[in-house]
């Protein structure tokens, strides 16, 4: 069975940084193809991060110079570095992992719990 745990959200000002963690059980997340989404309130939730298996990485146009996201194989997590936070980047953290033909917004797994993160301005 699929787990992911994701972490390290928390109350920030603005211009902070936070990094999350997405502790991943069932799945390898060296061989998958993983993502970071968030939904933030009143909001759809929205692709912010991939990174595939062979390690190439794409953002969403608002994080773009703020976000990185990096994963530990020997940890089996994934990793959202935040930095230069806005206000707007106040969501519900999520990973989950997807295919690369079927691409980011078909996710495989369900949710876990999210990690909130609020920045505060």
């Known amino acids: 069975q699929v787990q992911l745990v994701e972490s390290g959200g928390g109350l920030v000002q603005a211009g902070g940084s936070l990094r999350l963690s997405c502790a991943a059980s069932?799945?390898?997340?060296?061989?998958?193809?993983m993502g970071w989404y968030r939904r933030a309130p009143g909001k759809q939730r929205e692709l912010v991060a991939t990174?595939?298996?062979?390690?190439?990485?794409n953002f969403q146009e608002s994080v773009k110079g703020r976000f990185t996201i990096s994963r530990d194989n020997a940890k089996n997590t994934v990793y959202l570095q935040m930095n230069s936070l806005k206000p707007e980047d106040t969501a519900v953290y999520y990973c989950n992992s997807y295919l690369a033909p079927t691409g980011p917004n078909y996710t495989l797994h369900s949710w876990g719990q999210g990690t909130q993160v609020t920045v505060s301005s």
């Open positions: 069932g799945i390898r997340v060296s061989i998958n193809a």
């Open positions: 990174i595939s298996s062979g390690g190439s990485t």
